[in-house]
C-alpha cells in the first residue's frame, strides 16, 4: 500500500443517492470518519467479490469507518436508476450508493479499472487508491493506522453511518437465478436474495418447501437448518452418478465459493467441493481433491462429457467436477478476460454464467456473459456463435455475425439443434438457429430474464429475476412466425482511451506490498505478467508472458486504436511472523488505447497501492 501527498477528494455528486433515506450525502457529511469509495458496476464479477470482501469490514469498524459505493457502469441496461436500485438489493448492498451514470466521479477520482477503491481520511483526504480485488487485509491494516493517527490529532469521530435499510419485500421469491425440473415434474429454483431454494409445483408458483433457513451462511444439514450465499446454478447427476455419490443434485453457491450437494427426498446439504476460499492461485492441469481446491463465484451447472462442468465466473475460466472420484480441475480457459476461440486450454471468456447441453450431448453451449457472447464446446474446441467482444453489445436480430446481446446469462438448448438464451440486459429471450445461423427474438418486456428452463411437457420457462417469478413462454413463441427480427441500437462501451505514441512504449505495473507483507518466491517467481492485444497486429512486440512486471512494447504505427490486454499478478507472504500466511494479488485490464503523435511512451498501471 502506498499513501498519497495530501490530496482533497472531489466532493460527490450524481444522479440520486440509495440507501440513505433519500437524503443526498457530501463529503463534509463524512468528516470526522474514514471512508472507502467503491467505484463498481454491478455487471463485474471482480465487483461483486469486493462487496463480499466488504462485508466483515464494514462490521468490524462501524462506529468510525464509511463505505460508499459509486455505480459506474458499463452497460447500457445498468444506466436504469431502477436496474441499479434492484442490483443494490440483490446483491446484499448495506451501504450509501451513489447513481454515476456518466462516469463523472469515476473520472474525478481517476479510475481506471472496475473494481477501484479509493480511502479518504477524517480530514477529507485521499489517502490509498487500489484497482481490483483481493485488499481487504491491506486495508484493515490501513484503517487501523488511519485510527491511531486521527484519533491522537482529535479528527476521528465515533458514531452511526449514513446507511438507511430499504423497506423488505413481500414476494415469495427475490431475485431467483436458475431453475431445474424435477424428475416428479416440480420445479427447484434458486432464491438467490434468500440464500435459499425453493421448490415450487409444476405450475412455476404453488411452494412446496424451502431449503435453506433465508440467511446468508455455509452451514451444512437438514433442510430447515442448511445455509447458502447467493446461490445460482443448479444441475441434477445422472441416476447412477447420484446412488454413489450420495445426493441427487448439484448447487452453485456462488458468495460461498462452494458446490453443494443436496439429496432431494430429504433436503440433507453437504458440502462437495471447495474450501470456501475464494481462487487466487495460479492455473494448472492437474486433478484436485474436490474439498481442498480454492473456487471463485460458480455461477451454472451442467453435465457434460461424463462430469460436472462448472461455469467459473469469477475467474473466467470453466471447471470440471468429478462427483464419484471426488476431484475437480481446469477444463477450459486460461483466466484472461476476454474473448478468445481455440483449443479448449488457450480460450479466454469473461464470467461464463450459463450452461446448456445439446439434446445429443455433443455440444456445450455457454452464456458468456461480458462478452455478450453466446458460445459452445465440441470435440475438445471452443467456438462463438454469436458475440464480438467486451466492449460491443446491443440488441441486433439477424445474421449471427452481425447480431448483438447484451449481458446473457441464461442459455437453453432445444430439441431441434436451436438455443435459447436468456438475453439479461435486454430483458428478453433470443433464439438462435445454427441450421440458418439466424439470431430472432422470442419475446422481450422482461425484468432481468437470467434462465431459460424447458420442462417435460416441452413447456419453456423464464426465470424472470427483477420480476421474481417464473414466466411461461406462450405455447406459439418458439415457431417461426412467433419470432420477431429486432434492429434495436448498438452499441459500444466507450472509456477514455490511453493515449500512447507509436514505437517503443514501457508498461509498468507498480505493485507494493501490503503493510506487513512481503514478496514470496518460496514456489518460484513472486510475479507475473501477461500482455496481448486486440487486434493483435496493435503490438509488433511485447505480447507474451513474462516474470518482470515491466515491459517494453512496441506499438504498430498503422494501427491507430485497439485494447491492450493486461494480466498480472503477485504472490506476498506476511513478513517476519510464525506461520505466515501467503496472498497472491491478481488484476487484468483491458486498456482501450490510442496511437498519437507525441504522447507519454509509459504506460504505468497499478497490481495494488497508489497510482502516484
Known sequence: ??????????????????????????????RGRISILDFWTFCCINCLHVLDEL???????????????????????????????????????????????????????????????????????????????????GLA?????????????????????????????????????????????????SDSARHSLVELEPDGETLVRRVGTGDRGRVDGPAESATFSEPQGLCLLPPHVAEVAGYDLVVADTVNHLLRGVRLATGEV????????????????????????????????????????????????????????????????????????????????????????????????????ETSALRYVENGVMGTAVGQGLFDFGHVDGPAGQALMQHPLGVCALPDGSVLVADTYNGAVRRFDPATGLVATVTDGLAEPSDVVLTGDGSVLVVESAAHRLTRLAPGALTATGANTVAGPRHRAERRPTDLPA?????????????????????????????????????????????????QLVVNPEVTEGVLQVVAQAATCDADVEHAACHLTRQDWGVPVRVVDGAPARLPLVLRGLDT
Not at 460527490?12 to 450525502?25: A, F, Q
Not at 513472486?526 to 505480447?543: D, N, Y
Open 1 to 30: 500500500m502506498v499513501t498519497s501527498p495530501r490530496v482533497r477528494a472531489p466532493e460527490l455528486r450524481g444522479r440520486r443517492w440509495l440507501n440513505t433515506g433519500g437524503r443526498d450525502l457530501t463529503l463534509a457529511d463524512l
Open 55 to 137: 462485508r466483515p469490514l464494514e462490521e468490524k469498524y462501524a462506529d468510525v469507518l464509511v463505505v460508499i459505493g459509486v455505480h459506474s457502469p458499463k452497460f447500457e441496461h445498468e444506466k436504469d436508476p431502477e436496474a441499479l436500485a434492484a442490483a443494490v438489493e440483490r446483491y446484499g448492498v448495506h451501504h450509501p450508493v451513489l447513481d454515476d451514470p456518466e462516469l463523472d466521479m469515476w473520472q474525478q477520482y481517476a479510475a481506471r479499472a472496475w473494481p477501484t477503491l479509493a480511502v479518504v481520511d477524517p480530514e477529507g483526504y485521499v489517502v490509498a487508491t487500489m484497482a481490483g480485488e483481493g485488499h481487504a487485509e
Open 141 to 189: 491494516r490501513l484503517v487501523d493506522e488511519l485510527i491511531t493517527v486521527h484519533e491522537a490529532k482529535g479528527t476521528l469521530h465515533r458514531g452511526d453511518g449514513p446507511y438507511v435499510p430499504p423497506a423488505e419485500a413481500a414476494t415469495m421469491l427475490r431475485f431467483p437465478g436458475k431453475a431445474v425440473p424435477l424428475p416428479d415434474g416440480n420445479l427447484l429454483v
Open 270 to 369: 453437504t458440502t462437495v467441493a471447495g474450501t470456501g476460499r475464494q481462487w487466487r492461485s495460479t492455473v494448472d492441469d492437474h486433478s484436485h481433491d474436490a474439498l481442498a481446491v480454492d473456487l471463485s463465484s460458480p455461477w451454472d451447472l451442467a453435465w457434460y462429457d461424463g462430469r460436472m462442468v462448472v461455469a467459473m465466473a469469477g475467474i473466467h475460466q470453466l471447471w470440471w467436477f468429478d462427483p464419484i472420484k471426488r476431484t475437480a480441475g481446469t477444463y477450459a480457459g486460461t483466466t484472461v478476460e476476454a474473448l478468445r476461440d481455440g483449443p479448449l486450454p488457450d480460450v479466454w471468456m469473461a464470467q461464463p454464467s450459463g450452461l446448456s447441453v445439446s439434446a445429443d450431448g455433443v455440444r456445450l453451449w455457454i452464456a458468456d456473459s
Open 503 to 551: 514505437g517503443e512504449v514501457t508498461l509498468d505495473v507498480v505493485f507494493t506490498p501490503a503493510p506487513g507483507q512481503k514478496l514470496d518466491d518460496t514456489y518460484g517467481p513472486s510475479t507475473r505478467l501477461v500482455v496481448s492485444a486486440s487486434p493483435p497486429e496493435l503490438l509488433l512486440s511485447g505480447a507474451g508472458t513474462t516474470t518482470d512486471l515491466s515491459r
